[in-house]
């Protein structure tokens, strides 16, 4: 999106480069008011990390991959690309990589911080609907919801397995949102700093809600597809790890 030519692409600003290399160029940014991180965890992904950055690579945005701990290449992959690559000596779960990669965006004084997940589920393409809401300041949390789109192919029992998690976050939190486990979303400055993760693992997925709830964020939920292949559905969460997602989420509630 960031061009140095003529025309004016839709929905962007031109900015005076007068002071650059080329005197003559225009440059177009996107209007987005603000600097912009995606952060990405990341946990035995090596090639569908590949993937995912050239898709990211299409977005103006700084990208952050925070390698949790892989036994494979995953890191490498990381920078080769020339992203920024944090990574964990040992693995934490993706609670304690989302929150290493937004503290991080932070220091470096990011406006917006995206988070996207690194096995290729998402699309880069529909960052700019859920960093829209944001920018415009309509919210200061935008969720990505997979059963507002249409275009996601979730399997069935996938869908109990949501389904259960949704209901869970509401009968913990009093929080209505239709799709609690999606990695997707766009928190603002304000609100990445209103909130700590502290369940490492994939409780934190609840935990987010009861904080956004105690900052008194605005959220609101935007359609995104959630792709699923073989290869997703071999190595994604299952009905058996919502036990534990559950009894980690209550552990950590009683203790804290
Ligand atoms: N499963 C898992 N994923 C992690 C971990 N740390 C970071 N992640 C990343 O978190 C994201 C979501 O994980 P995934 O297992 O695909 O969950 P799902 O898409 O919700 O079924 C992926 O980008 C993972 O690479 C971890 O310890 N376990
Ligand atoms: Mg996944």
């Given at each position: ?46 090639q569908r ?35 920024y ?13 989302l929150?290493?990669?937004?503290s ?23 960052l700019?609907?859920?960093l829209?809401p944001v920018a ?8 990505g919801n ?33 799709d ?57 969460q299952?009905?058996?790890n919502s036990?534990?997602?559950l ?10």
């Open positions: 999106m960031r061009s140095v030519g003529r025309g004016v692409a839709a929905g962007a600003a031109e900015v005076d480069v007068s002071r650059y290399t080329f005197p003559s160029a225009t440059l177009y940014m996107p209007a987005v008011p603000g600097r912009v991180f995606i952060v990405v965890p990341a946990y035995n992904e090596g990390l590949l993937r995912v950055l050239d898709d990211l690579a299409r977005t103006p945005h700084a990208v952050v991959v925070v390698d949790d701990g892989s036994r494979d290449d995953t890191f490498e992959v990381a920078r080769g690309r020339g992203v690559a944090l990574r964990h000596t040992i693995n934490r779960g993706q609670g304690a990589a929150q290493t990669g937004i991080f965006a932070l220091r470096e004084g990011a406006d917006f911080i995206v988070t996207f997940d690194a096995d290729g589920q998402h699309l880069a393409s529909e700019d609907q859920l829209a415009a300041g309509q919210c200061d949390v935008a969720l997979r059963f507002l789109s249409g275009t996601s192919n979730v399997p069935p029992m996938r869908k109990v397995v949501l389904h259960l998690a949704r209901l869970f976050t509401f009968l913990t939190t009093g929080i209505r949102v239709g609690c486990h999606n990695g997707y979303r766009v928190l603002s400055r304000g609100a990445a700093s209103a909130i700590y993760l502290k369940q490492d693992r994939m409780a934190h997925a609840s935990e987010i809600y009861d904080q956004i709830l105690r900052a008194k964020l605005r959220f609101l939920e935007v359609p995104v597809t959630i792709r699923y292949s073989d290869e997703t559905l071999a190595k994604g299952r009905l058996s036990l534990s997602v009894f980690q989420y209550l552990f950590g509630k009683i203790t804290q």
